[in-house]
């Protein structure tokens, strides 16, 4: 496995541009729609639930966000530096 921007929070929340995001294990379903739009900030952990990588940076945020609309259940959470959700709204 790559390496996770947050080792003890390996899903977020963490802070990626400014942004808050997180991936809600609970919602996630290992669809790995995320990973296909920003292979740089997401990957599937060894139970198919989607972590947040070191070179999250390397992706642009507006890329982050259309992967978190990429996922079917809504499983990527993305917050603003003032805490108002971009999505999902």
Do not use: Q
Request: with cysteine; proline share 6%.
């Amino acid at each position: 496995m790559s390496n996770l921007k947050d080792s003890k929070k390996p899903s977020g929340p963490v802070i990626i541009h400014k942004y808050k995001v997180w991936v809600d294990r609970s919602l996630c379903i290992g669809a790995a729609t995320c990973v296909a739009v920003a292979p740089n900030t997401f990957e599937l952990d060894n139970e198919a639930k989607a972590v947040i990588l070191e070179t999250s940076d390397k992706d642009t945020i507006e890329t982050i966000i259309e992967g978190a609309k990429a996922c079917p259940v809504a499983a990527v959470i993305i917050e603003d530096e003032k805490g108002n959700r971009i999505f999902p709204k």
